[in-house]
Every structure is written in structure tokens, then in C-alpha cells.
């Protein structure tokens, strides 16, 4: 039987490698329904050539070849087998929650989904019986990796380091937007593509794995590993790790997680030679030179709404430095500054999520202000 799957963010990196796995297993998947923000022209596209149901874009008007539903009814349509959250940012939160509520399996690339509310989603998701599986390579590599969770010591996450990894602070101080895009091994989005050269995007990697994975943060381990072919390893109490590797596509990870708990040869495209890869290096991470990454974990420790104010301060940075309104390190200045004002909230509702989610927003376009 076909599994029956919706794309949230189908137009995004993530999105459109989705469809190049779902092309190459055109037998195994029905589409039932595709999201997209602003991009029409590429979502039409795409629902002549996938011919789903329903469809979402931010200008419903400009939808030709299927029904225009909200993201909310999608993810309530029980015809759903499995939903891809692809979308970036916060609105992919309300709507994985409703596919929870609902009992449809969650594919979860989103990352702001459990940054900001893993404390609420994760334990839904274990009431609902519903399976989240996670679709950043890391995680879907220690998913890969873990048989009993109970008997993992640690989790070790890599990283690629990002751009920046060999240049001094002082060149990171001048980077330009277009260095700062520049990602040497992954070609993802805008925002995450920054969030890799301040190493910010492995912090929330580290809080994402945190929920996923109910592990505490002082048994997440962050190494840097420039090669990106040993995705995350996990380390049994008895000293053995177990790692998985594979050449850096996130099309492996897409697939696994849509496909998840069977495996095809799908978008396998050659296979992998360790004497052609020949050398893997592991280093620590420069912690003075990525603040981020340091400034993550801490928000991830004090919990509540701290990880809610460093995701809001983060984006709006991110956001700002694109538009070339600040320097590549004022975005960590700006959510260290936001972070310090904050008066964090134990166990924030969802509302309250969204209410500090939008104050820390404002604030910190505030402080961009005095930049201009
Ligand atoms: P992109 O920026 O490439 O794509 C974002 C997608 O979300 C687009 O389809 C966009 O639509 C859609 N979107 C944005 N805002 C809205 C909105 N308000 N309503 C509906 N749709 C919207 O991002 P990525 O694919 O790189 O990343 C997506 C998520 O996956 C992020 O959370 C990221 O952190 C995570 N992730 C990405 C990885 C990667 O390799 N790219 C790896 C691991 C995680 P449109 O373009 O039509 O406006
Ligand atoms: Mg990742």
C-alpha cells in the first residue's frame, strides 16, 4: 500500500529534496496535500507534476490544480500516513501539533518545533503514540544508531565547523553576507546556512537532540568534524560507539525519515568507499570563537522560555544580517543581550510560547534600530 504523505514546505531545500526522494519512489508514496509560503510559481509546479489534493500558499489566489486548504486542515486530515515539516521557522509549531493531536506521524525537519516547545510536543507525541522522526542528518543518524536508549551514555553530535572554521575572529568580524552563505559541505537555506557559520545552528541541534532523545544536556557532546561523513555517533555505557556515515546528502536522511522503518534503494545515487573518503579528522570546538553554540546549550539548560528567547533573538539577527543591517557578530551580541533581559517562564503554554515568541521579536528589531 502507498504511503500517503503531505509536505509542509515544499518549495524549501528540504521540500524539494523531498520530491526528488518521493520522484524516485513514485510507487510507494500518494501525495495527499503540499505547503508553501510564497512561492507559487514552484509550487504549481509542483502539484502538475505530484497532483496532490490540497495545497497551501501564502496567496491561496495564485494556487492552480488543487484545493486550497489551511496548513492546520492538512495536518487534521487523517487520510495523512506521515507529514513532512519542512517549513522554517515558527510556523511549522502549531501545525505539528495538530498532526499530533490527530495521530499522524511526524517526518520533523523543523527545528524551531522542539527548540521552542519540545517540553510540550515530545510528551504529546508519546500520549498520541505518535512517531517523530527526525529528518536533520545528525538525529536521523543517532536514530539510526540507538537500539536501547536506556543503555546510550552519550550522544556525540558532529559539525562541519562551517565556513568560518580555519579563519581567524577578526576575518568572522568582516565576513560578508555572501562568506557567511558560503557552507562548504551542506546546501541548505538562508537562515540555517547562517546558523552553521556561528555554529548557533548546533546548539539548537544540541536542544533538539535534548527532547528527541530525553537526554540530558551535560551527555550531549559536540565535536567538530570538517568532512561531514560521520553524521552523529552514539556512546553505550559499556564504551562501545556506534556512528553512522554516509556521504553529505541530506537526501539519505529525507528518505529514511519518510520511509521510516523500511529502507529502499531510492535516491541511492553511488556507493560509499572508504578509501576514497581516506581520512576523517575530529576536533573540539572553538568555543570563544562560536559563542553560539556555548550561548545555545546554556538557554537549553535553564530550560522554560529561555531556548523561546535565544530562537526569536537568533532569527531576527539572522534576518537583519542578511538584509545587511549588522555584522555577522552583532547576532550573537543581540541574543546574548536579549537573553540577560529575559525573565524566563518555567513551563510556558503554548500561547505563552507564541506571546514571548513575538515580545522577543519586537525587542530585538528595537535594538536593530540604533544600527541603522
Ligand atoms: P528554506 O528556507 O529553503 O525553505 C523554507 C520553506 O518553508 C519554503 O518552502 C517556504 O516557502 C516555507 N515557508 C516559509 N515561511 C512559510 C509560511 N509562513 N507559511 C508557509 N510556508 C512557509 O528552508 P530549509 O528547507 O533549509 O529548512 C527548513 C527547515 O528544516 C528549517 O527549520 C531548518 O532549520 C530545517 N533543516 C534544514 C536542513 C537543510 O539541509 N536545509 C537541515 C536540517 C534542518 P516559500 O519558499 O514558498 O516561501
Ligand atoms: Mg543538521
Known sequence: MKRRISILGSTGSIGRQALEVIEKLEDKFEI?????????????????????KFAYASKPENIEGAEYVSMEEICSNRDNDIILVAV?????????????????DIALANKETLVMAGDIVMPLAKEKGVKIIPVDSEHCAIHQCIKDIAQVDRLIITASGGPFLRKTVEDMKNATVQEALAHPRWNMGKKITVDSATLMNKGLEVIEAHHLFGMDYDRIKVVVHPQSVVHSAIEYVDGSVIAQLGLPSMHIPIQYAITYPERFEGIKSR??????????????????????????????????????????????????????????????????????????????????????????????????????
Open 32 to 52: 495527499i496535500a503540499l505547503a508553501a509560503g510564497g512561492n507559487t510559481d514552484l509550487l504549481n509546479e509542483q502539484i502538475k507534476k505530484f497532483k496532490p
Open 88 to 104: 522554517s521557522g515558527r510556523v511549522g509549531l502549531r501545525p505539528t501539533i495538530t498532526a499530533i493531536n490527530n495521530g499522524i
Open 271 to 372: 556507493s560509499f568507499s572508504f578509501s576514497e573518503i581516506a581520512r576523517l579528522d575530529f576536533e573540539e570546538p572553538d568555543w570563544d570563537k562560536f559563542k553560539a553554540l556555548d550561548l545555545a546549550i546554556e538557554a537549553g539548560k535553564i530550560g522554560g522560555s529561555a531556548t523561546v528567547c535565544l530562537n526569536a533573538a537568533n532569527e531576527e539577527a539572522v534576518f537583519a544580517f542578511l538584509d545587511g543591517r549588522i555584522k555577522l557578530f552583532d547576532i550573537v551580541h543581540t541574543v546574548e543581550d536579549m537573553m540577560s533581559k529575559h525573565v524566563v517562564v518555567k513551563n510556558p503554554t503554548l500561547d505563552e510560547i507564541f506571546d514571548i515568541d513575538n515580545e522577543i521579536r519586537a525587542k530585538t528589531k528595537e535594538l536593530f534600530l540604533n544600527f541603522v
